[in-house]
Protein backbone atom coordinates (compact mmCIF):
# COMPACT_ATOMS: atom_id res chain seq x y z
CA UNK A 1 0.00 0.00 0.00
CA UNK A 2 1.08 3.97 -0.65
CA UNK A 3 1.61 5.19 2.68
CA UNK A 4 1.05 9.17 3.07
CA UNK A 5 1.39 10.74 5.63
CA UNK A 6 -0.24 14.26 6.71
CA UNK A 7 1.32 17.17 8.70
CA UNK A 8 0.74 18.56 11.14
CA UNK A 9 -1.52 16.00 12.83
CA UNK A 10 -3.53 19.40 13.84
CA UNK A 11 -3.60 23.04 13.88
CA UNK A 12 -4.83 25.70 15.34
CA UNK A 13 -5.67 29.38 13.67
CA UNK A 14 -7.15 32.52 13.35
CA UNK A 15 -9.74 33.44 10.88
CA UNK A 16 -8.41 35.08 8.27
CA UNK A 17 -5.32 33.04 8.76
CA UNK A 18 -3.51 31.15 5.99
CA UNK A 19 -2.87 28.00 7.00
CA UNK A 20 -0.98 24.66 4.73
CA UNK A 21 -1.73 21.42 5.29
CA UNK A 22 1.17 18.92 3.70
CA UNK A 23 0.58 15.29 2.89
CA UNK A 24 3.89 12.94 1.71
CA UNK A 25 3.64 10.22 -0.29
CA UNK A 26 5.76 6.98 -0.14
CA UNK A 27 6.44 6.69 -3.50
CA UNK A 28 6.13 9.38 -6.65
CA UNK A 29 2.39 9.69 -7.46
CA UNK A 30 2.45 12.04 -10.43
CA UNK A 31 -0.15 14.01 -9.53
CA UNK A 32 -2.31 11.49 -8.43
CA UNK A 33 -3.67 13.01 -5.21
CA UNK A 34 -6.89 14.81 -3.86
CA UNK A 35 -7.86 16.51 -0.91
CA UNK A 36 -11.02 16.11 1.51
CA UNK A 37 -12.92 18.29 4.08
CA UNK A 38 -14.37 16.79 6.88
CA UNK A 39 -16.85 18.18 9.39
CA UNK A 40 -18.32 16.09 12.32
CA UNK A 41 -20.76 13.85 11.83
CA UNK A 42 -20.55 14.50 7.47
CA UNK A 43 -18.95 12.81 5.46
CA UNK A 44 -15.83 13.70 3.54
CA UNK A 45 -16.20 16.78 0.83
CA UNK A 46 -13.57 16.79 -2.52
CA UNK A 47 -11.62 19.94 -2.84
CA UNK A 48 -9.19 19.29 -4.96
CA UNK A 49 -8.02 16.99 -7.60
CA UNK A 50 -5.24 15.98 -9.95
CA UNK A 51 -3.25 17.52 -6.96
CA UNK A 52 -3.91 21.31 -8.36
CA UNK A 53 -7.66 20.97 -9.80
CA UNK A 54 -10.51 22.86 -7.60
CA UNK A 55 -13.70 20.67 -7.50
CA UNK A 56 -16.71 23.02 -8.77
CA UNK A 57 -17.95 24.99 -6.31
CA UNK A 58 -15.47 25.06 -4.03
CA UNK A 59 -13.95 28.59 -2.75
CA UNK A 60 -10.60 29.50 -4.73
CA UNK A 61 -9.25 30.43 -1.16
CA UNK A 62 -8.40 26.45 -1.52
CA UNK A 63 -5.46 25.58 -3.28
CA UNK A 64 -3.43 22.76 -4.27
CA UNK A 65 0.58 22.29 -5.28
CA UNK A 66 3.30 19.83 -5.33
CA UNK A 67 6.98 19.53 -5.13
CA UNK A 68 8.04 15.70 -5.22
CA UNK A 69 6.67 13.68 -3.39
CA UNK A 70 5.39 16.47 -1.04
CA UNK A 71 1.43 17.71 -1.46
CA UNK A 72 0.18 21.11 0.01
CA UNK A 73 -2.73 22.03 0.53
CA UNK A 74 -2.94 26.25 0.87
CA UNK A 75 -6.24 27.75 2.23
CA UNK A 76 -5.93 31.92 2.27
CA UNK A 77 -7.45 33.81 4.57
CA UNK A 78 -8.91 31.20 6.53
CA UNK A 79 -13.23 31.50 6.94
CA UNK A 80 -15.45 30.39 10.28
CA UNK A 81 -16.81 27.55 8.11
CA UNK A 82 -13.35 26.08 7.10
CA UNK A 83 -12.67 24.31 10.89
CA UNK A 84 -12.79 21.32 9.74
CA UNK A 85 -10.41 18.18 9.31
CA UNK A 86 -8.71 17.86 5.95
CA UNK A 87 -7.39 14.53 4.40
CA UNK A 88 -4.98 13.47 1.62
CA UNK A 89 -6.16 10.36 -0.86
CA UNK A 90 -3.65 9.12 -3.52
CA UNK A 91 -5.21 7.72 -6.69
CA UNK A 92 -1.51 6.34 -8.17
CA UNK A 93 -2.58 2.89 -7.45
CA UNK A 94 -4.79 0.29 -5.66
CA UNK A 95 -5.46 0.52 -2.51
CA UNK A 96 -6.23 4.06 -3.01
CA UNK A 97 -4.72 5.19 0.62
CA UNK A 98 -5.53 8.59 3.17
CA UNK A 99 -3.59 10.53 4.94
CA UNK A 100 -4.36 10.13 8.53
CA UNK A 101 -5.81 14.16 8.59
CA UNK A 102 -5.22 17.06 9.86
CA UNK A 103 -7.54 18.83 12.43
CA UNK A 104 -7.76 22.69 11.75
CA UNK A 105 -9.15 24.13 14.99
CA UNK A 106 -10.02 27.91 16.33
CA UNK A 107 -7.12 29.60 18.04
CA UNK B 1 -27.21 15.97 -8.72
CA UNK B 2 -26.63 12.24 -7.88
CA UNK B 3 -27.39 11.16 -4.48
CA UNK B 4 -26.23 8.18 -2.30
CA UNK B 5 -28.11 6.62 0.55
CA UNK B 6 -26.20 4.15 2.76
CA UNK B 7 -28.55 1.00 4.81
CA UNK B 8 -28.30 -2.03 6.57
CA UNK B 9 -28.23 -3.63 9.97
CA UNK B 10 -26.65 -1.49 12.78
CA UNK B 11 -25.38 -3.59 15.11
CA UNK B 12 -23.76 -7.22 14.02
CA UNK B 13 -22.44 -9.75 16.14
CA UNK B 14 -19.10 -11.21 16.39
CA UNK B 15 -17.90 -13.89 13.39
CA UNK B 16 -21.25 -12.18 11.70
CA UNK B 17 -21.68 -10.62 8.22
CA UNK B 18 -22.20 -6.86 7.55
CA UNK B 19 -24.36 -6.23 5.00
CA UNK B 20 -24.82 -2.88 3.66
CA UNK B 21 -26.93 -1.70 0.50
CA UNK B 22 -25.98 1.52 -1.12
CA UNK B 23 -28.80 3.38 -3.41
CA UNK B 24 -28.02 5.78 -6.18
CA UNK B 25 -30.61 8.24 -6.81
CA UNK B 26 -30.55 11.04 -8.97
CA UNK B 27 -28.18 9.32 -11.84
CA UNK B 28 -27.79 6.07 -13.45
CA UNK B 29 -25.40 3.48 -11.66
CA UNK B 30 -24.49 2.19 -15.27
CA UNK B 31 -22.37 5.41 -16.16
CA UNK B 32 -18.52 5.68 -16.81
CA UNK B 33 -17.79 5.78 -13.03
CA UNK B 34 -16.74 3.43 -10.01
CA UNK B 35 -18.50 3.13 -6.99
CA UNK B 36 -16.45 2.46 -3.56
CA UNK B 37 -17.34 2.07 -0.05
CA UNK B 38 -14.86 3.96 2.41
CA UNK B 39 -15.21 3.05 6.18
CA UNK B 40 -14.06 5.40 9.29
CA UNK B 41 -13.49 3.53 12.67
CA UNK B 42 -14.55 5.83 15.51
CA UNK B 43 -11.87 8.85 15.76
CA UNK B 44 -9.77 7.73 13.48
CA UNK B 45 -9.21 8.06 9.47
CA UNK B 46 -10.39 6.82 6.28
CA UNK B 47 -9.89 3.34 4.74
CA UNK B 48 -10.74 2.38 1.44
CA UNK B 49 -12.46 -1.44 1.36
CA UNK B 50 -13.25 -1.94 -2.52
CA UNK B 51 -14.98 -0.80 -5.54
CA UNK B 52 -17.29 -1.60 -8.26
CA UNK B 53 -17.73 -1.09 -11.84
CA UNK B 54 -21.70 -1.29 -13.44
CA UNK B 55 -20.40 -4.26 -15.33
CA UNK B 56 -19.24 -6.01 -12.24
CA UNK B 57 -15.82 -5.60 -12.19
CA UNK B 58 -14.56 -5.26 -8.70
CA UNK B 59 -11.15 -4.32 -6.92
CA UNK B 60 -10.71 -4.70 -3.01
CA UNK B 61 -8.09 -4.01 -0.43
CA UNK B 62 -5.89 -6.64 -0.08
CA UNK B 63 -5.86 -7.07 3.70
CA UNK B 64 -9.60 -7.29 3.08
CA UNK B 65 -9.77 -9.30 0.22
CA UNK B 66 -10.72 -12.78 1.75
CA UNK B 67 -13.77 -11.05 4.03
CA UNK B 68 -14.98 -8.92 1.40
CA UNK B 69 -17.64 -9.52 -1.51
CA UNK B 70 -19.23 -6.45 -3.53
CA UNK B 71 -21.81 -6.62 -5.81
CA UNK B 72 -24.27 -4.43 -8.11
CA UNK B 73 -28.10 -4.39 -9.11
CA UNK B 74 -28.60 -2.09 -11.81
CA UNK B 75 -32.09 -2.55 -11.87
CA UNK B 76 -32.18 -1.36 -8.43
CA UNK B 77 -29.65 1.42 -8.95
CA UNK B 78 -28.11 -0.10 -5.99
CA UNK B 79 -24.53 -1.79 -4.91
CA UNK B 80 -23.76 -3.78 -2.21
CA UNK B 81 -20.98 -4.58 0.77
CA UNK B 82 -20.50 -7.84 2.26
CA UNK B 83 -17.62 -8.78 5.45
CA UNK B 84 -17.33 -12.00 6.66
CA UNK B 85 -15.88 -12.98 10.00
CA UNK B 86 -16.67 -9.32 11.53
CA UNK B 87 -14.70 -8.59 14.84
CA UNK B 88 -14.85 -5.63 16.66
CA UNK B 89 -11.80 -4.22 14.54
CA UNK B 90 -14.58 -3.53 11.87
CA UNK B 91 -16.66 -1.17 13.89
CA UNK B 92 -16.41 1.80 12.00
CA UNK B 93 -19.16 4.44 10.33
CA UNK B 94 -19.27 2.82 6.44
CA UNK B 95 -19.65 5.10 3.37
CA UNK B 96 -20.54 4.34 0.02
CA UNK B 97 -19.20 6.94 -2.41
CA UNK B 98 -18.82 7.63 -6.01
CA UNK B 99 -15.45 7.95 -8.35
CA UNK B 100 -14.41 9.97 -10.89
CA UNK B 101 -11.63 9.09 -12.65
CA UNK B 102 -9.48 12.62 -13.70
CA UNK B 103 -6.05 11.64 -12.29
CA UNK B 104 -7.58 7.77 -10.89
CA UNK B 105 -10.13 7.90 -8.72
CA UNK B 106 -11.15 10.49 -6.82
CA UNK B 107 -14.48 10.38 -4.51
CA UNK B 108 -16.88 13.34 -5.80
CA UNK B 109 -20.10 12.13 -4.28
CA UNK B 110 -20.59 10.22 -0.85
CA UNK B 111 -23.76 9.05 1.38
CA UNK B 112 -24.26 10.32 4.38
CA UNK B 113 -22.44 7.11 6.47
CA UNK B 114 -23.91 4.36 8.86
CA UNK B 115 -22.24 3.00 11.75
CA UNK B 116 -22.29 -0.21 12.24
CA UNK B 117 -21.07 -1.97 15.38
CA UNK B 118 -19.94 -5.74 15.99
CA UNK B 119 -21.21 -6.59 19.79
CA UNK B 120 -22.69 -9.09 20.79
Known amino acids: DIQMTQSPSSLSASVGDKVTITCRAG??????LSWYQQKPGTAPKLLIY???TLETGVPSRFSGSKSGTDFTLTITSLQPEDFATYYC?????????FGQGTRVEIK | QVQLQESGPGLVKPSGTLSLTCTVS?????????WSWVRQSPGKGLEWIGE???????NYKPSLKSRVTVSVDKSKNQFSLKLDSVTAADTAVYFC?????????????WGQGTLVTVSS
Open chain 2, 26 to 34: GGSISTNNW
Open chain 1, 89 to 97: QQSYGPPWT
Open chain 1, 27 to 32: QTLSNY
Open chain 1, 50 to 52: GAY
Open chain 2, 97 to 109: AREVRYYGPAFDS
Open chain 2, 52 to 58: IYHTGIT
